[in-house]
């Protein structure tokens, strides 16, 4: 694994592109994948520090509303998961401790990360590889139907290894279960199973599960429906921008996060039935750097540079492969 290129603002966030070893055709190696890291400013990055990695070369899952489905070419070996964290260690603090408060680790970048087996072993490995006590690992998943095994191990890592410091969130995106398979294109599991695996995970400690809704123009969320199946005291609720994606744009998805009487309306509904709700609204600039959600690989890929909000910090240090 090489780095071929980064973008980004040192005080914000900046974006790796990164390709593999694995995967050539005609010579040229076709296994892409970025990875971030990314600050909340004011906070320096002593106090929160955010990597976000990628866990697929694409996605499978392909959903309406992602850039990362563009192109799916298989899964990372464990190496290659640990090469970007590594890389992003080696750049900030070479001498493998990390002083942060808070240094969280995403696996969310490209890629649903039930889909693989070797991010449980990465997240084995990490408390001995790093000398870091505000490491706190990021889980963001679509609830995938035959990755059972995934989430057993995890279940046992998480309990094993970081008892109180861990994020799990399921995306979910609309409580409609029609939409739901629209904007999330493959056969996931139930409420009902999202729910028991959320109370046994809290049951091992730390934080609430967290329910993603990014708000989309059209996409209904009741929170009736979600007080029947989801625990206020174990599950909370985060809504967030649909962010800029080129396939977003492509697919006619608009946000309706920017409206004030939405939001309101939304997060009220949710608060009256006992939730509590957040708020996620990234940095403008993230958007610039392409650092929240969208695919700079598949933007390379596409040579599409039409997003007027997204996408538009120059490129350096590209290595002509
Ligand atoms: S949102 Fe997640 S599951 Fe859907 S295509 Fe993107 S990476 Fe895959």
Redesign the pocket.
């Known amino acids: 694994m090489r780095v071929i290129a980064e973008l980004g603002n040192d005080d914000v966030a900046n974006v790796y592109i990164a390709e593999s070893e694995t995967g050539r055709k005609n010579g040229i190696r076709t296994n892409k994948i970025e990875f971030v890291e990314a600050l909340k400013p004011p906070f320096p990055r002593e106090r929160k520090w955010v990597n976000i990695v990628s866990t697929l070369y694409g996605?499978p899952?392909?959903?309406p509303i992602?850039d990362?489905?563009m192109n799916y070419r298989g899964k990372l070996n464990s190496d290659d998961l640990l090469f970007q964290i590594d890389y992003l260690v080696n750049k900030r603090f070479p001498d493998g401790i990390i002083p942060c408060d808070q240094w969280k680790i995403q696996f969310s970048r490209?890629?649903?990360p039930a889909f693989n087996m070797a991010v449980i072993d990465v997240l084995e490995s990490l408390p001995e590889r790093y000398k870091a006590p505000g490491l706190m690992p990021s889980i963001s998943t679509?609830a995938p139907e035959s990755t059972d095994h995934f989430f057993e191990r995890l279940l046992v890592v998480k309990r094993q290894l970081y008892p109180e410091k861990f994020q799990f969130q399921f995306?979910v995106h609309s409580t409609d279960e029609e939409v739901r398979r629209q904007l999330?294109p493959c056969r996931t599991w139930d409420f009902s199973k999202m729910a028991r695996y959320g109370e046994e995970f809290y049951s091992t400690g730390g934080r609430k599960i967290t329910l993603n809704f990014a708000l989309i123009d059209g996409v209904p969320v009741n929170a009736d429906k979600l007080l029947k199946y989801f625990d206020p005291d174990i599950f909370l609720i985060k809504l967030t921008p649909l962010n800029p994606t080129l396939s977003a744009e492509t697919n006619e998805y608009s946000s309706k996060f920017d409206s004030q009487i939405e939001l309101e309306l939304i997060t009220g509904e949710l608060k009256s039935k006992g939730f509590e709700v957040i708020h996620s609204l990234g940095e403008l600039e993230e958007n610039a750097i392409g650092s929240n959600c969208g695919q700079y690989v598949s933007m390379l890929e596409k040579n599409n540079t039409t997003l007027q909000d997204a996408y538009t910090y120059p490129v350096n240090n590209m290595i002509n492969t």
């Open positions: 996605c899952v392909q959903c992602c990362a489905g490209m890629g649903e679509v995306s999330i």
